[in-house]
């Protein structure tokens, strides 16, 4: 068997490009030194930008590699998300990082090769492809996370979470062994073919997709494969865990659409159940254990575990509705945490960080602009409208309901109803308590701009949310045939 | 055939109980040992299956390399493996039914059927017969043909756990003395020599 | 555009002083209302008068843009003209705009004058939508608008305790008649499956007897829905049972009084009722219903008005008895009569307010007459004004009310059945009542010896310009507006200025009727005002005490008509206390002791408690993290396997 003919490289552009700038910037900092940190991350951020042009503009509905790389609306959709998260996370923490001193070239590196990994997890269109973009972010996320080495709970937070990671990959695997054992193919699109026709699946089949979604339930941080989300946000340094809150969550909930909505999508009522339970779970885990956590990064771990199970709300409904709303449900969530790390990254007191709900009192008397927005994005959190987040709320439960998983929808209204509990309870702090300390102001344009660009889309989603939902709609269509 | 099978079994067996060992083996080099004599046997299924490359790089690689690295780590670090296993039997009940009950339910699964053979057929690559081409030579023309974007994507899998493992583990302390091997070239007799003349009988 | 301007200077107005009234200032606030309602009213006054003289029906649909499009529910903002829109227009324009000048001079002193213009220029607006809506739902709209700043404007002086009360009261006894009107909407959007006037008046020929079952009863459906949007009509024109908030409306400040309480919004149940009359003509039964209302509430108010003491309440009390009379006209088909006593009434009933305010402005803000009289030298205009508007009030001849109060009399005695006779008699014996309050003000207040205290009587003085010649001008209308009116409004050939706005079925007109009716039933309403002008003069000029011995000789008939037909009082026993009683019982029995004690307290306790033992489970530890995971896909293969 000959292979003479050039793969068609063109649609893998945006992932080559990336691979390529991240080791050209490698050997740029690697003769630098750390100085050139800076440098290099407004590089990563404009090659990421450009990677975003190429991504939109490139060709789609291609599939190439010999049937495991896959573009389409709905890969598109979602490395866009991925990529305006990562430059909203490297922008944030370009003077965090300086401050911090932990100003290393790697850092920005990493997260591009985790970028990149999440780029390539939401193109597969194979088992393999999705492991091996899967161990990409992964990796690089790992070593992010332990990224403060000096301090014992970075380095906790990075083996933590590798080690966890370590066992929902050996579950992933496990998994994909089961399906190609029984199946005899790792490919997306031979696996559904197997399914089309109403026959029975093999039970071998279903603990294969028990496994895999276990470990796609890792990745998005969905109950009862949660645990480890407190403890990494937490004891990351604070831009790590904007980034850990933001890219990775969209990049793994896409995979995870793609997953069941294309190998699997004639076994929909077998993996709902799962799914079904495991965003019931999330919604009120999430909701029930924020409610006394007083560090701000472990609230916002709950929080992210509450917001997937209400994606996952969207996602347990098999439909393609279902799989709009949790798209539109995923760019909200994206813009909102983009604010509220931008505040919690300026909780800053006297050169040192400060990550306690409490040191949020009287901001609204001592630094009015970030306390409003920041007050808006709690409010657009907990799904009050007209703010972004009660939209994206609405369609997950629209999807849901149309789908008739009412008791799900029932038990999404109360967790939210609880989980608006604690978002207000912030509000509550930052207007009605005792001022304790000043912030030192955001210093850089870069995080006002953001914190701005955060607030305006919470604000004004309600005026024009018609592009939004029509590229989600096409983005969606393109996965379900 | 009879052969065959014996041998699988034998090969299998001992992963099993090696693998058992080297989570129980109290002595944590005994526990590595374990996990090389794991490895061999591992390496012995792919001698069974046709695969002697995969074979020969699972003796190499792993026993070679990581399972010797494993054990410089483990010999060097002074840890106290005792006290880490401190709630060991506290845990071991519920720990082992839920074990045996994953180990029932994945038994069970052995029972149900395989999915249509024929989509099985068609979709899997003929793997070529190993008198044609040999297996070296076959993973040859595929890894960057076919799996050119898998092997890709391994190498960057790899060098990001390079980059990982120097950015959590190098440091740079002043005061070392480093060999440089340009300067000690470079050097001149005039730097380091210097000839006094000493007149006998005066001292320094 | 001509339209659109009307309606909206106003609006724009409103808008401007209420954002910008810090930084504009009062003056500027006050100045620009006044002028963009006043250019409104002459735009108003021009579209009339053209409409007069061209002799061209007008009617015109203008489109703003669209509100609601959702399945069969779907209209517009949309400014509809024709020539019930445009005589509503002026009368709207013309007194808002009078008034708003005249409360330069009344509102001086008060420090939140910007407030106050702003509230008047929004009524303004929310009435111009409410007359030019083309459609119900803009109609409630407007209905609730007008509500929302007569509301607002009632209860202006909030630190009065019982402007407050008024205000309050006001609104809650409106919202019983707008749930009428509310779910007579939503029936007509049932059954008609549209909510704009064309769609609905064309079909309503088809509806005519059909019925619908509605807890085992047979109900007509027209029926019910005009019965339903009369219940609103009922409670914005203060007809009787829903009647009570209008008087205590008084507490408001007085060209608020002229403008909401007697000239525009209480009138806007007849426009409504007016305006559905392609609907309310397929349905007798609620004509005969209005008429019998109208008729009772004319009498009722009016015999109220003989002795009440507030010089406000009896004017108050006035207005609801003239809404009666426009009520039984428009009960007895007689659309443009009701339409054309609305007119008249506007202008001489705002200008009894107004000269009563400037009396009140003069004495110091006393309302008593008992602590009035002999002021007739002192404030010579005002004392002329409310001579004019009283006049016209009591429909003595060449005034205004001559023409269209004594219409409707005739209109009930052409009429053949009992209720119309009914109506007539009842009508007739408010129009003496009538005439016998209004001169009891005046005497009271403006004759004989007077009751001022000294320290106020040195204060007293004529109005100031900026007051009287708003009332002046009120004066002309009231002096003329019936006279001009009389042959285009209701005169031979009314069909053809009103044109399609009106509706009436063939034989049911009553005006060619009430045309040919003898000289002497002609005469007679005149005739029965003037004895009771007599005898107004006999009982407060000739023989003082009269009045006092005829109060003591029938005691409980006196109380019984001091006190509003005791409906106040039954109010609160039958409703008011009970309610408050079930309310005090909910709040503490069904939502302190049940519902806050299992709801949110124990609720949060549970959820609370939860919370902390799911915090516990978050043990940091390594090996509870990866059991944790491995029970959860244990859990889940099981599940496959058992289920």
């Known amino acids: 068997m000959q292979y003479n003919d050039v793969p068609n490289f063109l649609p893998a552009l945006p992932e080559i490009f990336m691979s390529v700038i991240c080791m050209v910037l490698l050997i740029f900092g690697v003769f630098k030194g750390n100085k050139s940190t800076y440098l290099i991350s407004w590089l990563v951020i404009l090659s990421l930008f450009l990677t975003s042009l190429f991504c939109i503009l490139g060709p789609k509905d291609e599939i190439i590699f010999s049937n495991i790389f896959i573009v389409d609306d709905f890969s598109i959709f979602s490395k866009v998300l991925i990529i305006i998260g990562a430059i909203a996370a490297l922008a944030m923490s370009l003077s965090y990082i300086r401050n911090e001193g932990m100003e290393k070239f790697e850092y920005p590196i990493l997260i591009m090769l985790s970028t990149l990994g999440m780029m390539m997890m939401v193109s597969a269109n194979d088992l393999i492809s999705l492991y091996v973009g899967l161990e990409l972010q992964s990796l690089a996320l790992y070593v992010l996370a332990a990224f403060k ?11 933590k979470y590798f080690v966890l990671g370590a066992l929902s990959s050996g579950m992933l695997l496990y998994g994909a062994s089961l399906i190609y054992g029984f199946s005899g193919t790792t490919n997306f699109e031979t696996i559904q073919a197997m399914f089309d026709s109403n026959n029975e699946p093999s039970l071998g089949i279903i603990v294969g997709i028990v496994f895999i979604i276990s470990a796609m339930a890792f990745k998005v941080s969905a109950v009862p494969f949660h645990m480890w989300t407190p403890d990494v946000y937490e004891g990351s340094t604070t831009s790590v865990t904007a980034f850990l809150s933001m890219a990775p969550k969209v990049a793994a909930m896409a995979l995870f659409i793609r997953l069941v909505y294309v190998p699997f999508y004639g076994l929909v009522p077998e993996w709902q159940q799962v799914v079904i339970l495991i965003s019931a779970a999330s919604m009120v885990i999430g909701s029930l254990a924020a409610i006394r956590q007083t560090n701000i990064k472990r609230l916002m771990a709950y929080s992210s575990i509450g917001h997937m199970g209400f994606a996952l709300l969207g996602l347990s409904a098999g439909t393609q509705q279902g799989v709009e709303s949790v798209l539109i449900y995923m760019f909200i969530y994206l813009f909102m945490n983009i604010g509220v790390f931008v505040v919690i990254l300026s909780m800053r007191v006297n050169g040192v960080m400060v990550e306690n709900i409490n040191d949020l009192s009287g901001l609204g008397k001592n630094n009015p602009f970030l306390a409003i927005i920041f007050g808006i994005l709690m409010f657009s959190l907990a799904g009050i409208p007209p703010l972004a987040g009660f939209f994206g709320k609405f369609y997950v439960f629209l999807a849901a309901v149309d789908s008739g998983l009412y008791i799900l929808c029932v038990i999404g209204v109360i967790s939210s109803v609880i989980g608006a509990f604690y978002y207000l309870r912030i509000v509550k702090i930052m207007y009605f308590d005792d001022p304790v300390d000043i912030f030192e102001k955001p210093n850089s344009a870069s995080m006002i701009s953001l914190l701005s660009i955060s607030g305006i889309f919470t604000i004004f989603f309600i005026v024009a949310p018609t592009p939004l939902i029509s590229w989600a709609h096409h983005a969606a269509s393109s996965i379900i045939q | 055939m009879i052969i065959q099978s014996i041998a699988f079994y034998i090969f299998a067996g001992i992963i099993i109980a090696s693998a058992i060992m080297v989570i129980s083996a109290k002595n944590p080099v005994h526990s590595v040992l374990f996990l090389i004599l794991a490895f061999f046997n591992g390496a012995g299924l792919f001698v069974l299956v046709g695969a002697e490359f995969l074979a020969m790089i699972m003796v190499i690689v792993y026993v070679g390399a990581v399972a010797v690295l494993f054990m410089f780590v483990v010999m060097m670090l002074d840890i106290n493996f005792v006290e880490l296993r401190q709630g060991f039997l506290q845990y071991l009940p519920i720990g082992l039914l839920i074990g045996l009950i994953l180990l029932v339910e994945l038994i069970l699964i052995l029972s149900s059927q395989f999915e249509d053979p024929q989509i099985l057929a068609v979709s899997s690559l003929p793997i070529p017969p190993i008198e044609e081409v040999e297996n070296t030579k076959a993973l040859g023309n595929v890894l960057y043909t076919k799996y050119i974007y898998l092997f890709q994507s391994g190498g960057l899998i790899l060098l990001t756990a390079m980059i990982g493992a120097i950015v959590l583990t190098l440091r740079s302390r002043p005061g070392i003395k480093k060999q440089v091997i340009a300067k000690q070239v470079s050097r001149k007799r005039e730097d380091s020599v210097e000839i006094k003349k000493v007149t006998p009988g005066a001292g320094v | 555009m001509l339209y659109i301007s009307i309606v909206f200077l106003p609006g724009l107005a409103a808008l401007t002083a209420g954002v910008f009234s810090r930084i504009l200032g009062h003056g500027f606030v006050m100045f620009i209302t006044s002028l963009s309602v006043s250019i409104s009213s002459i735009l108003s006054f021009y579209v009339f008068l ?84 083309d459609n119900f739902v803009q109609l409630f709209f407007g209905w609730e608008g007008v509500g929302l700043c007569s509301y607002l404007l009632i209860g202006f002086w909030f630190k009065k305790p019982s402007a407050n009360a008024a205000a309050i009261k006001a609104f809650i006894v409106n919202r019983v008649g707008d749930f009428g009107f509310a779910l007579g909407i939503m029936a007509i959007f049932l059954f008609f499956n549209s909510v704009t006037y064309e769609n609905v008046f064309n079909q309503a020929v088809n509806f005519e007897g059909k019925k619908f079952l509605f807890l085992s009863m047979n109900l007509d459906i027209l029926t019910v829905i005009t019965m339903l949007l009369f219940i609103g009509a009922m409670g914005k024109s203060a007809q009787f049972l829903l009647h009570t908030w209008l008087p205590d409306a008084m507490e408001g400040p007085t060209p608020v009084s002229a403008l909401i309480h007697a000239a525009t919004m209480v009138t806007a149940g007849v426009f409504m009722v007016v305006r559905c009359s392609p609907l309310f003509e397929y349905a007798p039964f609620t004509l005969n219903f209005i008429t019998l209302t109208g008729a009772i509430t004319a009498f009722f108010a009016a015999s109220v008005a003989i002795v009440q003491n507030d010089i406000k309440r009896v004017i108050a009390y006035s207005t609801c008895s003239q809404l009666g009379y426009m009520f039984i006209a428009v009960g007895l088909s007689a659309y443009s009569a009701a339409i054309f006593h609305l007119f008249t009434h506007a202008f001489f009933k705002a200008l009894l307010f107004l000269a009563s305010g400037s009396v009140i402005h003069a004495v110091s803000d006393e309302q008593d007459m008992r602590k009035m009289g002999g002021l007739y030298t002192l404030l010579p205009i005002t004392y002329l004004m409310v001579w004019i508007g009283s006049l016209a009030l009591a429909g003595i001849p060449i005034f205004s009310g001559f023409f269209s109060k004594d219409l409707i009399i005739e209109i009930a005695y052409a009429g053949s059945s009992s209720i119309s006779n009914f109506a007539f008699w009842m009508a007739l014996f408010a129009a003496f009542l009538t005439a016998f309050y209004s001169w009891r003000l005046i005497f009271m207040t403006f004759h004989g010896k007077t009751r001022i205290e000294k320290s106020v009587m040195s204060h007293v003085h004529e109005a100031p310009f900026s007051m009287s010649i708003p009332m002046i001008l009120l004066a002309m209308g009231a002096i003329f507006s019936g006279i001009l009116c009389v042959g285009v409004m209701t005169g031979h050939h009314n069909s053809e200025f009103w044109g399609n706005s009106l509706f009436v079925l063939a034989g049911r007109d009553l005006i060619e009727a ?75 029995k069904g939502d302190e002791t049940v519902i806050d004690g299992i709801g949110p307290d124990g609720f949060s306790a549970m959820i609370n408690g939860i919370s902390k033992k799911i915090a516990l489970l978050q043990s940091g530890l390594l090996y509870h993290y990866a059991f944790v995971m491995l029970a959860g896909v244990v859990l889940f293969v099981s599940w496959f396997l058992l289920v």
Not at chain 3, 63 to 88: A, H, P, Q, R
Request: charged share 15%; hydrophobic share 50%; proline share 3%.
């Open chain 1, 149 to 159: 080495r000096d301090t014992l709970k970075s380095s906790e937070a990075g083996l």
């Open chain 3, 514 to 588: 009430a045309h040919d009716l003898h000289f002497s039933l002609k005469i007679l309403p005149v005739i029965i005002s003037i004895l009771g002008i007599l005898l107004a003069w006999y009982f407060y000029i000739y023989k003082i005490n009269i009045p006092k011995i005829i109060a003591n000789a029938n005691q409980p008939l006196y109380l019984f008509l001091l006190n509003k037909w005791y409906f106040d009082e039954m109010y609160n026993y039958l409703i008011v206390n009970p309610s408050r009683w079930l309310g005090y019982f909910l709040w503490k």
């Open chain 3, 50 to 133: 053209k409409l007069i003289f061209s002799h061209k029906i007008i009617n015109e649909n203008i489109t703003i843009l669209e509100w609601i499009n959702s399945g069969d529910l779907s209209f517009s903002w949309s400014i509809m003209v024709d020539t019930l829109t445009i005589v509503m227009f002026v009368v709207v324009t013309s007194v808002s705009a009078l008034v708003h000048w005249y409360s330069f001079g009344y509102m001086k002193k008060d420090p939140h004058k910007a407030r106050f213009f702003t509230y008047l220029s929004l009524f303004t607006f929310a009435m111009l939508m409410l007359v030019s809506s």
